[in-house]
């Protein structure tokens, strides 16, 4: 159960588009519409961004979107805010009855 | 309004145990799967056990796999983590977590603000 890889951190500018990338395998991203997306401000819990690879949930600006293709997925934060500022996560199922996390990127808005 | 309030977290000894509870609210309880997610001091989440609404079909992280048990009992409306074999490693906020659906297999949708395990001598 190795976890999902993202990068350590992306930066951008305010207004600007970011994407965070998310890789699997065929056996979890690549078999389930089953990934979703966390965001994470410091001392607080994560809150669902995406899921079902590129489902918003209500209340969830637009500004934010997944896609996916084969063992990726991603995750695209457009016109970018200094509030966007947070810790990031993507989460699938494995098909094992088990879920596995990424190990998180860190936003900065500079 | 979903709220989840963890308990029985706190100091624990390497080898001892530790049972966490999870008192769920403002949603019909046994509609929905239940997880258990953790996050060790400045490191990411690891996701650690999950149940289906009627307890037909538990998962563990092969890290807890053996050591620790979840259970749920939809009469109280709680979610349960025994915790058994402590070690350092285990120490982290443990996060109680809904599912969007009967199985273990949806998204995870809801947290509750984590109860602290610390495990050390």
């Known amino acids: 159960q190795s976890a999902l890889t993202q990068p350590a951190s992306v930066s951008g500018s305010p207004g600007q588009s970011i994407t965070i990338s998310c890789t699997g395998t065929s056996s979890d991203v690549g078999s389930y519409n089953l990934v979703s997306w966390y965001q994470q401000h410091p001392g607080k819990a994560p809150t669902l961004m995406i899921y079902e690879d590129n489902k918003r949930p209500s209340g969830v600006s637009n500004r934010f979107s997944g896609s996916k293709s084969a063992s990726t997925a991603s995750l695209t934060i457009s016109g970018l805010q200094a509030e966007d500022e947070a810790d990031y996560y993507c989460?699938?199922?494995?098909?094992?009855?088990?879920?596995?996390f990424g190990g998180g990127t860190k936003l900065t808005v500079l | 309004e979903v709220q989840l309030v963890e308990s029985g977290g706190g100091l624990v000894q390497p080898g001892r145990s530790l049972r966490l509870s999870c008192a769920a609210s403002?949603?019909?309880?046994?509609?929905?799967?239940m997880h258990w997610v953790r996050q060790a001091p400045g490191k990411g989440l690891e996701w650690v056990s999950g149940i289906s609404w009627n307890s037909g079909s538990i998962g563990y992280a092969d890290s807890v796999k053996g050591r620790f048990t979840i259970s749920r009992d939809n009469a109280k409306n709680s979610l349960y983590l025994q915790m058994n074999g402590l070690g350092a490693e285990d120490t982290a906020l443990y996060y109680c977590?809904?599912?969007?659906?009967?199985?273990?297999?949806?998204?995870?949708?809801?947290w509750g603000q984590g109860t602290l395990v610390t495990v050390s001598s």
């Open positions: 977590a809904r599912g969007n659906s009967i199985s273990a297999a949806g998204t995870i949708d809801y």
């Open positions: 403002g949603f019909t309880f046994d509609d929905y799967a």
């Open positions: 989460c699938s199922y494995t098909g094992t009855g088990t879920v596995i």
